[in-house]
């Protein structure tokens, strides 16, 4: 049967707009994201919210507010190191006299207070004997501490002289007033309760000037400054004594020493000519440790 055609009605305007806003509203609230906890304006990251007003999270899950003890999520600075009541002028070590500070530092007091770090020690930090100040350990070999070899050596310089093979018998002079020495074998100081000079006479009886020229070697990574005194060559007067004199650096001396040091380090003899010392020159490397540990104390 034919169904008669139906005649075609127009929607209103109003309608077509009204359905147009119903849609719209609808896509704006199924878009909406999920608000990212208490606080306007947060986000998530990492499954975490922040709880201020525009802040975030930090990754983990942690929360944007606090984080660790002290104000603001700082932790607190340690302690300054201090002087303690008993420092005097000088140079200790953290723990010697030093409080709060790093045991591998050498700090300076000038009394009681605050301590200034002078170094941080890569070898770490000597603590010295009393009424000698601390210093930086300079890598220089390991010697066991023992009695004196003689009367007049410093306790560090007597060990020292053991590494190298040296005993009492081959000491001639350490504190003394023998003409030739003009003076510099007079006493330095007093290291525990004991009197010292830094320079030291070795006797070099049965030995050859190769063999000594070994010895000088070994004596400077130990510590020494050393010259061969051998009659009629480097300034040395032919109608004296064959022998080595040998001054430790790792004490303070007197002035006459010093220059003394001061020569073996440019290279020159050590006497009034101060001329080219030609029988020995030591490594860049010897004379950087000689120079380091001579600087340490004088």
């Known amino acids: 049967m034919r169904v008669p055609a139906q005649p075609i009605v127009s929607r209103p305007a109003w309608m077509t707009l009204l359905s147009t806003f119903v849609l719209v509203v609808a896509c704006e609230e199924t878009s909406t994201p999920a608000q990212g906890g208490a606080g306007t304006g947060g986000s998530e990251e990492g499954g975490a919210t922040s709880t201020g007003t525009g802040g975030s999270a930090d990754l983990g899950g942690a929360s944007a507010n606090g984080g660790g003890p002290g ?18 002028v000088g140079d200790y070590c953290g723990g010697d006299k030093v ?23 890569a070898e770490g930090c000597v603590i010295a004997p009393p009424g000698i100040d601390d210093y930086c350990d300079l890598g220089l070999p390991e010697c066991a501490h023992e009695p004196l070899l003689k009367y007049g050596l410093c306790p560090d310089a007597s060990d020292r002289f053991r590494c190298s093979d040296i005993d009492a018998d081959d000491i001639s002079q350490t504190i003394g007033s023998a003409p030739a020495s003009a003076g510099t074998n007079a006493q330095d100081g007093v290291i525990d309760g004991e009197p010292y000079c830094a320079a030291t006479d070795l006797r070099t009886v049965g030995l050859t000037n190769a063999q000594v020229y070994e010895l000088l070697d070994v004596l400077a990574s130990q510590g020494f400054a050393a010259f061969f005194r051998d009659p009629g ?21 007197k002035a006459a020493l010093q220059a003394q040091v001061q020569d073996w380090l440019d290279g020159k003899n ?27 104390f004088n």
């Not at 104000?71 to 005097?88: I, K, L, N, R, S």
């Not at 709060?100 to 009681?112: A, E, K, S």
């Not at 050590?270 to 340490?296: D, M, R, V």
Request: net charge negative; with cysteine; aromatic share 8%.
């Open 71 to 88: 104000e603001g999520g700082q932790p607190e600075p340690p302690p300054a190191p201090t002087c303690d009541d008993d420092a005097v």
């Open 270 to 296: 050590g006497l009034a000519s101060h001329t080219t010392y030609t029988f020995y020159q030591a490594s860049a490397a010897k004379k950087a440790l000689i120079q380091s540990l001579f600087e340490q």
């Open 99 to 121: 409080s709060n500070g790093d045991p591998g530092t050498l700090y300076r007091c000038n009394g009681p207070g605050p301590a200034t770090v002078l170094e941080v020690c």
């Open 233 to 253: 060559h480097d300034g040395w007067p032919s109608d004296e004594a064959r022998h080595i004199h040998a001054i430790y650096v790792g004490v303070p001396m």
